[in-house]
């Protein structure tokens, strides 16, 4: 679902951003560049390690590191979702992931 565009125009919220190492993306260029540039047939898997949910009213915080593997190799991406409940759906305003750097 990550990288299906029509299915993320509905679960992204309106005012949704990604913050990315490079800067902030709008839901509006996040759809544009999974539209521009599909994933590739690869197989990747990802697992979840340290995962911490919160919840407070509305609003859930997500946050641990997501281990993702694929024909390349691994790489650990340290991962936060903000969600909040509207009209009894949630959706994602904002979502950030950074690699994790390794020496």
Not at 32 to 51: I, N
């Amino acid at each position: 679902m990550e990288n299906d565009p029509v299915a993320l125009e509905d679960i992204l919220a309106p005012d949704f951003l990604h913050v990315v190492p490079v800067g902030i993306v709008t839901k509006e260029e996040h759809i544009r560049f999974l539209r521009e540039h599909p994933a590739p047939g690869q197989h990747t898997h990802k697992r979840f390690e340290d995962l911490h949910v919160r919840i407070y009213g509305d609003t859930g915080i997500v946050n641990g590191t997501v281990i993702e593997t694929t024909d390349r190799g691994e790489r650990k991406l340290l991962h936060v979702r903000f969600l909040r409940r509207r009209s009894n759906r949630q959706l994602l305003p904002v979502s950030t992931s950074h690699p994790v750097q390794t020496s």
